[in-house]
């Protein structure tokens, strides 16, 4: 059986910005018959992240991500059908997903590698199982949860950069819905700000690109931070952090401003800022969310619920096509998404 594949076909090297051109779209032959342990399945949708910068690269700076190779098949989140199998843990027609799917249209897997999808979780919205109910959905709230320090009636500020992506839009409601008593949200476009205060519900919005930060964040947050969500790190990060209160807390999710220059996951701070920690005690601890699986379980319930109340909002950038990869991680690096960026690859 024919497939199509997306693979690597170039570095942007380590300072350069991620272009479309540096994959490739290819067919290859998939095997006729499946090993005892095996599935074959059907790609209908996979995930486009900003870890994904490092993986670009020959070196990512994490033990545990490995780099991807020069023309080899890309991989990362999905979701996809089973159209048969060899395990016994799953049939022909059993929605599955995992965070290596191979960036091809059809698949052959390792059933141990896969996790069951229920789509009544997500109300039949598979797509969701890889961003608000899924490891995006989990990052935030675990994000909160275990590094925010949220109690409800303590009239705290929470502050979410790249507040419009795939975490950020997310770990505002959530930060909201755990207790915060204001919610302010930076990113980078007039409508990401309009749609994280009338639709995602966030007090208020800041556009980095236009005026002056530090002095939006001191109107809209008149008694300063008490919560940083920080998914950019840079200049943004520094201006926030001058701005938390004694005793305050910093959720390190993502750098993805740094990402082009260095690449490290989370870079050192300026000495000035790493003083600003230790003088006010400003707790500062990169999340994991892979260090808290015992969680997910419990962690997919309560973000579904939240989901079929209504209480958290859901937004997605889709691109259609195996073979636009990387038309999505272009877009994605240049902030063209709002919420989850997706790529629709069957129905």
Avoid at 224 to 235: A, E, I, K, L, P
């Amino acid at each position: 059986m024919r497939v199509q594949r997306v693979v690597l076909n170039s570095r942007p090297g380590i300072h350069g910005t991620p272009v479309a051109e540096n994959f490739r779209t290819e067919e290859v032959d998939l095997p006729d018959k499946l090993n005892a342990g095996q599935v074959k399945a059907r790609t209908l949708y996979l995930s486009v992240d900003a870890y994904m910068r490092l993986r670009i690269n020959d070196y990512t700076g994490i033990d545990f991500m490995k780099p991807w190779q020069l023309s080899e098949v890309l991989d990362g989140g999905g979701v996809g059908i089973v159209e048969e199998s060899q395990h016994t843990n799953w049939a022909k027609g059993n929605y599955v997903t995992s965070f290596n799917w191979p960036w091809q249209t059809k698949a052959i897997l390792e059933g141990n590698t896969l996790e069951k999808v229920d789509p009544q979780l997500a109300d039949g919205h598979l797509s969701y199982f890889l961003g608000a109910i899924g490891i995006m959905g989990l990052t935030s709230l675990l994000g909160i949860k275990e590094k925010g320090h949220i109690s409800t009636g303590s009239n705290q500020t929470l502050v979410v950069s790249g507040a419009a992506g795939a975490c950020g839009s997310l770990a505002g409601q959530i930060g909201r819905l755990e207790g915060c008593s204001r919610v302010v949200g930076i990113c980078g476009t007039d409508e990401k700000c309009s749609i994280l205060v009338s639709e995602l519900g966030f007090d208020a919005a800041i556009n980095y690109k236009k005026g002056n930060v530090a002095e939006e964040l001191r109107k809209v947050c008149p008694s300063g931070v008490d919560v940083y969500f920080d998914n950019v790190g840079g200049d943004i990060s520094d201006t926030v952090i001058r701005q938390m209160n004694q005793n305050s807390h910093i959720i390190l999710c993502g750098q993805i401003s740094q990402y082009n220059d260095n690449m490290t996951p989370f870079p050192t701070l300026l000495p000035e800022v790493e003083s600003i920690l230790k003088t006010k005690n400003i707790t500062r601890e990169a999340f994991g969310v892979l260090e808290h699986k015992d969680k997910f379980e419990s962690g997919i319930l309560q973000l579904s619920q939240w989901f079929k109340e209504g209480k958290l909002k859901v937004r997605e950038t889709v691109i259609n096509g195996l073979e636009n990869m990387g038309v999505a991680f272009e877009s994605l690096m240049k902030g063209g998404n709002i919420g989850k960026q997706i790529v629709r690859i069957s129905e």
